[in-house]
């Protein structure tokens, strides 16, 4: 509901101008930069967390936070260009209705995350320690149910031996 209101006041707010069009692809824009530089932001944000990198399967080696850096100034110079303000003749709302808009967009995503999103999906405070002997544990009761499983089903079938049986056959004795 909120993204229909919101997308009519942007619509009725950008009708009043000739060049509607250039708004709307400049916002586009910003909304998938923004995107991008969250991506750089957080590999920066792990990069800084000792995050390891030449262990991914492709990776750039020592130019890694180098290109890192260089995507994240970019990504900053392409959204401060295309919110600075072309026409000092035009109304104030003309000049500043993409930084408006995404300022608007962001902080109605906040709102409904806050809202709606991050009461049901608290995460997580407890650390979760497993030893191998539970992980083996779990693996053994896996183990357990296929046999189970198997053996229901020669019960119904009436099939006495299977590869999949015999395989299984060590757990239920």
């Known amino acids: 509901m909120a993204a229909i209101v919101f997308s009519g006041l942007f619509t009725i707010l950008l009708v009043l101008s000739a060049s509607a069009e250039t708004y709307i692809v400049n916002i586009c824009v910003v ?3 923004l995107a991008y530089l969250s991506v750089s932001v957080g590999a920066l944000i792990a990069r800084s967390r000792g995050w ?8 750039l080696g020592k130019w890694g936070l180098s290109v890192n850096l260089l995507s994240l100034l970019w990504g900053l110079f392409v959204i401060v260009n295309l919110c600075w303000p072309r026409s000092p003749d035009q109304p104030w709302y003309m000049n500043y209705s993409v930084p408006l808009l995404a300022i608007g967009v962001m902080l109605l995503g906040a709102v409904y995350y806050f809202a709606s999103v991050y009461s049901r999906d608290k995460p997580c405070r407890g650390t979760l320690n497993l030893q ?5 544990k779990i693996l053994d009761m896996r183990e357990q149910m296929k046999f189970i499983q198997l053996s229901r089903l020669s019960m119904l079938t009436g099939i006495k031996r299977t590869k999949h049986f015999e395989r299984y056959s060590h757990l239920g004795r």
């Open 52 to 59: 390891n990198s030449t262990t991914s399967p492709w990776n």
């Open 31 to 33: 909304g998938i930069y």
């Open 132 to 136: 191998v002997s539970d992980l083996r």
